[in-house]
């Protein structure tokens, strides 16, 4: 069974930035595309970035700008930096994939506050 396993999360000031990996536990990771969607308290999950096989991006309008979205297929890993954190990105971040959409992980919790 393929898994997701998000990490980087945590607490960070208004402004600050972090750096979320999401490792794929098998080789399906260079036949799909990669996308981070995160999950703020009583809001539905939403889509905040994609990078295709080929290294195409595409952002959310509230991220654009701010996060940058990469992969390294030789890890199975792919990343989101984010930087110029706002307390409006307070959320559980998830990775996935497509076409293969693939059990979501745990999750990693990402808290803008001062």
């Known amino acids: 069974q393929v898994q997701l396993v998000e990490s980087g999360g945590g607490l960070v000031q208004p402004g600050g930035s972090l750096r979320l990996s999401c490792a794929v536990s098998?080789?399906?990771?260079?036949?799909?595309?990669m996308l981070w969607y995160r999950q703020a308290p009583g809001k539905e999950r939403e889509l905040v970035a994609v990078?295709?096989?080929?290294?195409?991006?595409n952002y959310a309008h509230s991220v654009k700008g701010r996060f940058t979205i990469s992969r390294d297929n030789g890890k199975n890993t792919v990343y989101l930096q984010m930087a110029s954190l706002e307390p409006e990105d307070t959320a559980v971040y998830y990775c996935n994939s497509h076409p293969s959409v693939l059990e979501w992980g745990q999750g990693t919790q990402v808290t803008v506050s001062s």
């Open positions: 098998r080789s399906i990771f260079s036949l799909n595309d």
């Open positions: 990078i295709t096989t080929d290294g195409r991006t």
